[in-house]
């Protein structure tokens, strides 16, 4: 057995967080001036009874100052073809440029963005601290989506899953659970 030991410094805990394979996400809601948005892969289901979400927001996020007025939003599971939806998402550009460039929905009184893999609308039940960051819970509201395959964010980099590797598991879930044992 090998291991390595390094200090715990922010670069380090970058890069290693860099090894997760995540998601990737918009989070939206409606603030003062209309629909806001960002890219973000720190959301995870929470609870089944109730149904919870829950999602990380930087402070000085825009998108957290629409939620926390609105108290609703709506988390958007991007497809493998939403990429550059991705990064529109993930820039400092104003929220209007944002909303113009792809197009979108209001359900349950937050935007949704046409063509994502899935989406779940919200409304805050918790806000709770996390560093430079607040973790906001929310109540599933409404939820939906188009299937499909996901976008995936994994090094610093953009991933989409191996066909190969779909196909086979797309088979085998086609099959009756007796028949995919058998066929291993």
């Known amino acids: 057995m090998t291991s390595c030991a390094a200090a715990v410094d922010e670069a380090g805990f970058r890069s290693l967080m ?5 998601g990737v996400t918009v989070i939206t809601s409606t603030g003062t001036d ?5 890219t973000a892969n720190a959301v995870a289901s929470l609870s089944l ?21 609105s108290r609703r939003f709506a988390v958007n599971v991007l497809a493998s073809d939403q990429e550059e939806v991705s990064r529109i998402f993930a820039s400092k550009q104003p929220e209007p440029a944002k909303f113009t460039a792809c197009t979108h929905r209001e359900r349950a009184g937050v935007p ?14 918790a806000v709770y601290p996390g560093g430079d960051h607040v973790i906001v819970v929310g109540e599933a509201t409404a939820m939906g989506g188009n299937g499909g395959e996901p976008l995936l964010f994994y090094g610093g980099r953009y991933h989409r899953l191996d066909r190969a590797c779909t196909a086979g598991l797309t088979a085998g879930m086609a099959q009756p659970a007796h028949a995919a044992r058998a066929a291993r």
């Not at 209309?34 to 960002?38: E, I, R, S, T, Y």
């Not at 149904?51 to 825009?62: E, P, T």
């Open 18 to 22: 860099a090894r997760f394979a995540t």
């Open 34 to 38: 209309g629909p806001a948005g960002m």
């Open 49 to 69: 009874d109730p149904l919870l979400v829950m999602a990380g927001f930087d402070l000085r996020s825009r998108t957290l100052a629409a939620v926390r007025r």
């Open 112 to 125: 949704v963005i046409d063509g994502t893999l899935a989406w779940v609308c919200c409304r805050v039940s």
